[in-house]
């Protein structure tokens, strides 16, 4: 069996992928019947459950797992002066372009100053827009030095709302959180006096972030609506950097766990740090149009708490009751986006391969990852004996294995082939020897060969391979 990799086919990777998600249930684009809404994405019933699996899977290595760090699910709505005090409403009319190429996003006004034309960021938009395309070609992206920008557009990655405004009145917006480690840095305080949690430990939540980005794209890479799995580690200052050194060889372990190909992972070390942090890396995995950002490890000094110490006015600092030291905690962070780790897994486990003179797609998953994690098929659909015994084994394996499907449309070959698209690493068939043998033959999806197995050993068989 010759198994082609992802590399011999890079161009068109992207496509299929797409046309597979949407093909089998994983992901649909958004309000497809009307047309669709840009950068927003459903996971369908394959979807969710890859989707749950992943969430499940750095839950249990980011809280489970760890007597220091404890987990959260804060809200998506919070006071606005949150907000103010992170940072993110400062330059909410600034103009941008977004390079095409490298996804930075420039001030349009200061890259043409910085030409010597006199632009600043009260001029609107047209104007600005204007003035930016009729220099173009003098403009090069400060990131990666190509021409290749989208329209100047005065905005804000914070998505506005007008939650609890019922009189059209000039209210304040709120907004819908851009990210969700501000509902933990808030929450501090709540956490250490309520747990027995003591410097250094960490505070974990996985939920929906928004994003007015301008140009979503890249399927679920970039959207407006996505998914973020945030861990936010405090620590005595002068420990920060050990933690982060500890953290990011954590991070690396729990996603390699995941089944990834090492090759298609890497280190990249940021150039360009924000003036509060100390050191930032992201784990890159190997896209289809080449490595770019999956997560993010960062050392973020302690910015966050001191920020809402003065925003709020409380004294968000820590008192070590051993030392009688009071400090504001410094912080270490990781975080992913639950799309662009679901997108990197499928890219890594989407394999072609000739089986038995056909060629065939197959999803080579982690079986804990698996949307399915068996199918049991009766040989023919028309033995009445042959379905009876198959839906007794189904139902005596989907006691302890779920999910699992029972099938018995169509032809064996085209069961299987619909099992390998999804992944399902055992499809399991009663055929008239189980009738007489009380075993069933077990297909290993990789390789396609087939294994007679007695029906009392199964079930702890394939268990033992799906646990997390
Ligand atoms: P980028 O530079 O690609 O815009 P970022 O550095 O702004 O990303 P962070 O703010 O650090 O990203 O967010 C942490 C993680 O959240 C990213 O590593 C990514 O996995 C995910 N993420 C961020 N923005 C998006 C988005 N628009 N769509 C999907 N996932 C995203």
Redesign the pocket.
């Known amino acids: 069996m010759s198994e082609n990799s992802k590399k011999n086919d890079s161009a068109g990777l992207m496509e299929k992928i797409v046309s597979l998600c949407k093909r089998r249930g994983f992901v649909y684009p958004s309000s497809e019947i009307y047309s669709g809404f840009a ?1 927003v994405y459903d996971y369908g019933p394959m979807g969710v459950e890859l989707e749950n699996n992943l969430k499940a899977h750095w839950w249990k290595w980011m809280v489970h797992k760890r007597q220091d760090i404890v987990g959260l699910d804060s809200s998506i709505f919070m006071n606005p002066q949150i907000w103010e005090a992170s940072g993110h409403t400062k330059g909410f009319f600034d103009p941008m372009v977004e390079c095409k190429e490298c ?3 420039i001030r349009a006004d200061k890259m043409l100053e910085d030409i010597g034309v006199k632009a600043d960021e009260k001029m609107p938009e047209e104007k600005l827009n204007g003035l930016f395309q009729e220099n173009e070609q003098k403009i090069k992206c400060p990131k990666c030095g190509k021409r290749n920008f989208t329209k100047v557009k005065k905005f804000n ?1 914070l998505v506005k709302s007008n939650l609890g405004d019922f009189t059209d009145s000039n209210m304040a917006p709120s907004y819908l959180r ?2 969700t480690c501000q509902g933990i840095y808030v929450n501090f305080k709540n956490v250490v006096d309520s747990q027995h949690v003591k410097v250094p430990f960490g505070i974990a939540q996985i939920g929906k ?1 928004f ?1 007015n ?1 301008i140009s ?1 794209r890249q399927f ?11 861990m936010q580690y405090f620590t005595r200052p002068e420990e920060e950097m050990s933690e982060y050194e500890k953290l990011k060889e954590y991070r690396w372990k729990a996603i390699l766990s995941l089944g990834f190909d090492e090759s298609n992972l890497r280190w990249k070390k940021h150039d360009n740090l924000v003036f509060y942090a100390k050191e930032a890396y ?2 890159e995995y190997n896209f289809p149009w080449g490595f ?5 490890i ?1 050392a973020r000094g302690n910015y966050d708490l001191t920020q809402h110490s003065k925003g709020s006015g409380k004294d968000l600092s820590y008192h070590d009751s051993e030392t009688n030291e009071k400090f504001i905690p410094h912080i270490v962070e990781s ?7 679901f997108f990197a897994i499928m890219c890594d486990a989407y394999k072609e391969d000739e089986l038995g003179g056909e060629t065939r797609v197959y999803l080579k998953l982690k079986p804990s990852l698996a949307p399915v994690k068996a199918a049991v098929f009766p040989l023919l659909k028309n033995k009445p004996e042959l379905v009876s015994k198959a839906k007794e084994v189904f139902d005596m394996l989907n006691e302890e294995i779920q999910p699992m499907v029972f099938d018995d449309n169509g032809n064996i070959g085209k069961r299987y082939r619909r099992q390998d698209e999804i992944g399902t690493p055992y499809c399991i068939t009663v055929d008239f020897d189980s009738l007489e043998k009380n075993d069933v033959t077990v297909r290993d999806r990789d390789t396609g060969k087939q294994e007679r197995v007695s029906i009392a050993d199964i079930g702890a068989r394939i268990k033992g391979a799906i646990s997390l």
């Open positions: 950068g996804n930075a996003r990655l851009g990210e972030a994003r980005e979503p679920l890479f970039r959207g407006r609506e996505f998914e973020q799995m945030e992201d784990v770019d950002e999956m997560e993010g960062h975080s992913g986006g639950v799309g662009r780790l």
